[in-house]
């Protein structure tokens, strides 16, 4: 017989019956052998007969459509048709029999499979049967402990007029100009200037370290501090040479740490003009009441919401560490690994969103997110069992608040709650998110919670 899709070996009829040495038990027909916490091993047979007639009754359904040189259509002889097709149609019946067989007999014996079985021919099959073990994890036991003696922190955060005032700030340099500023005068904070550049170490030149018409706003952080220093002052027309340290954890790993000398020439120099602060501006922003007052009270009410989704973020995360902390299970191999597979295919998308060449190619250890993984399995296990327990399933009226509350950031809220209403899979989502929310306050409900103040701009820097 050909191999089946599980295995690829192939396997032979044989008229001995199955003798299992380990711990059993029996769920009427199907006998489950516990091998080692949650592997677990069962049986398959399936009738030669069974078999064999399937793979007859799709070959003659072939038939009926295949093509073949010198012959009609539905005319072509079945050994012609068994010659072409019998392999690939027997691997398929093997694997949809094997596959029927193993789902009934789990069914029957009332266990929760954890990822894909390892399904292996057997020798010693009973006459007229063709045998096969199905190895394979179960869902755990989930034992959850007592919460009440564990101590959580409790994150909250208040908007300030300050960060209002930056907020403003920021949606006025969003919209601003750059006019040429006067040649006598030099480079300012805020200043957008061009440069030519080149760096070197021990006399030559690393990789990225040098450009021409490079262009940055002085003060604003996108280079390093030293190098906005040097730059400060320079006119049209200069040429500067100056050291620079690159600090320690610097992202370009090649250059962490050492010391570079650069040479700069000033092409360019521009001063920033921002708008005023206006009726006209504050209507460009979609503020009707074109006030001051209109405008610091809807940037309030923005950052209000993003310092609530962020503060319940880190709730969130403390709640699920209480969780872990108390509960009690065995974490299946099988899910582990699907979640390793998962990470790792998301890693090689960022590095092709990144633009890295042959991402498809590059190698990441998948050990580099075990723990993750292990992490992420455990914790679904577990929020998943006090769902369970504690009834917090999201309610229609939560998904709905939720979809409401999203919505009401963006410029056409109606048509962003249609947008989510309208697909199964993005609902799915947002019942994901209000199910996490359950959880969390159920938790912060049942630990002793320590209150704790975060200032605005550590949360938001977080």
């Given at each position: 017989?050909?191999?089946?899709?599980?295995?690829?070996?192939?396997v032979?009829?044989?008229?001995?019956?199955?003798?299992p040495?380990?711990?059993?038990?029996?769920?009427?027909?199907?006998t489950v052998?516990?091998?080692?916490?949650l592997?677990?091993?069962?049986?398959?047979?399936?009738?030669?007969?069974?078999?064999?007639?399937?793979?007859?009754?799709?070959?003659?359904?072939?038939?009926?459509?295949?093509?073949?040189?010198?012959?009609r259509p539905?005319?072509?002889?079945?050994?012609?048709?068994?010659?072409?097709?019998?392999?690939?149609?027997?691997?398929?019946?093997?694997?949809?029999?094997i596959?029927?067989?193993?789902?009934?007999?789990?069914?029957?014996?009332?266990?929760?499979?954890?990822?894909?079985?390892?399904?292996?021919p057997?020798?010693d099959?009973?006459?007229?049967?063709l045998?096969?073990?199905?190895?394979?994890e179960?869902?755990p036991?989930?034992?959850?402990?007592?919460l009440?003696?564990?101590?959580v922190?409790?994150?909250?955060?208040?908007?300030?007029?300050a960060?209002?005032?930056?907020?403003?700030?920021?949606?006025?340099?969003?919209?601003?100009t750059?006019?040429?500023?006067?040649?006598a005068?030099?480079?300012?904070?805020a200043?957008?200037?061009?440069?030519?550049?080149?760096g070197?170490i021990d006399?030559?030149?690393?990789?990225?370290?040098?450009?021409?018409?490079?262009?940055?706003?002085?003060?604003?952080g996108?280079?390093?501090?030293?190098?906005?220093k040097?730059?400060r002052?320079?006119?049209?027309?200069?040429n500067?040479?100056?050291?620079l340290q690159f600090?320690?954890?610097?992202?370009?790993?090649?250059v962490?740490g050492?010391?570079?000398d650069?040479?700069?020439?000033?092409?360019k120099?521009?001063?920033?003009?921002?708008?005023?602060?206006?009726?006209?501006?504050?209507?460009?922003?979609?503020?009707?009441?074109?006030t001051?007052?209109?405008?610091?009270?809807?940037?309030?009410?923005?950052?209000?919401?993003?310092?609530?989704?962020?503060?319940?973020?880190?709730?969130?995360?403390?709640?699920?560490d209480?969780?872990?902390?108390?509960?009690?299970?065995?974490?299946?191999?099988?899910?582990?690994?699907?979640e390793?597979?998962?990470?790792?295919?998301?890693?090689?998308?960022?590095?092709?969103?990144?633009g890295?060449?042959?991402?498809d190619?590059a190698?990441?250890?998948?050990?580099l997110?075990?723990?993750?993984a292990?992490?992420?399995?455990?914790?679904?296990?577990?929020?998943?069992?006090?769902?369970?327990?504690?009834n917090?399933?999201?309610?229609?009226?939560?998904?709905?608040?939720?979809i409401?509350?999203?919505?009401?950031?963006?410029?056409k809220?109606?048509?962003?709650?249609?947008?989510y209403?309208?697909d199964?899979?993005?609902m799915?989502?947002?019942?994901?998110?209000?199910?996490?929310?359950?959880?969390?306050?159920?938790?912060?409900?049942?630990v002793k919670v320590?209150?704790?103040?975060?200032?605005?701009?550590?949360?938001?820097?977080?």
């Amino acid at each position: 017989l050909g191999p089946d899709a599980f295995t690829g070996v192939p396997v032979r009829v044989r008229p001995r019956a199955p003798a299992p040495t380990n711990f059993c038990e029996s769920f009427m027909a199907v006998t489950v052998e516990t091998l080692e916490k949650l592997e677990r091993r069962i049986t398959l047979l399936i009738p030669a007969t069974e078999f064999n007639a399937e793979i007859e009754t799709r070959l003659k359904k072939l038939s009926r459509t295949v093509k073949a040189d010198g012959f009609r259509p539905g005319k072509v002889p079945m050994s012609v048709v068994a010659q072409r097709y019998g392999y690939s149609v027997q691997s398929e019946v093997m694997n949809d029999k094997i596959g029927q067989a193993f789902a009934e007999a789990a069914n029957e014996a009332q266990l929760r499979v954890a990822g894909v079985p390892r399904v292996t021919p057997k020798d010693d099959a009973p006459e007229g049967q063709l045998a096969f073990e199905a190895t394979f994890e179960v869902y755990p036991e989930v034992t959850l402990g007592d919460l009440s003696a564990v101590e959580v922190e409790r994150f909250s955060s208040e908007v300030t007029d300050a960060a209002i005032d930056r907020t403003v700030d920021i949606l006025r340099k969003q919209r601003r100009t750059f006019g040429q500023r006067p040649a006598a005068e030099g480079a300012a904070e805020a200043d957008r200037v061009t440069i030519d550049f080149e760096g070197k170490i021990d006399g030559e030149t690393f990789a990225g370290g040098k450009a021409e018409g490079f262009q940055f706003i002085i003060g604003e952080g996108q280079m390093l501090e030293q190098f906005d220093k040097a730059v400060r002052g320079m006119k049209v027309g200069d040429n500067k040479t100056f050291p620079l340290q690159f600090p320690e954890d610097y992202h370009g790993k090649d250059v962490a740490g050492k010391e570079a000398d650069f040479l700069v020439t000033m092409k360019k120099i521009e001063v920033q003009n921002l708008p005023e602060l206006d009726e006209a501006f504050i209507k460009s922003l979609g503020i009707a009441d074109g006030t001051v007052d209109a405008l610091r009270a809807d940037v309030k009410k923005n950052l209000e919401r993003e310092v609530k989704f962020r503060v319940l973020g880190k709730n969130k995360a403390a709640a699920m560490d209480a969780l872990i902390q108390v509960a009690t299970l065995d974490v299946p191999k099988a899910l582990v690994d699907n979640e390793l597979e998962r990470l790792v295919a998301n890693a090689r998308e960022d590095l092709k969103q990144r633009g890295v060449k042959d991402a498809d190619k590059a190698p990441i250890p998948s050990e580099l997110f075990q723990p993750q993984a292990e992490r992420r399995v455990r914790l679904g296990l577990v929020v998943a069992e006090l769902v369970k327990t504690a009834n917090l399933q999201a309610k229609p009226e939560q998904l709905q608040a939720h979809i409401e509350e999203m919505s009401q950031s963006y410029e056409k809220p109606a048509d962003v709650m249609r947008w989510y209403l309208s697909d199964r899979q993005r609902m799915a989502e947002v019942e994901a998110v209000v199910i996490e929310n359950n959880v969390t306050a159920h938790v912060l409900s049942q630990v002793k919670v320590v209150d704790k103040a975060l200032p605005f701009d550590e949360l938001m820097t977080a």
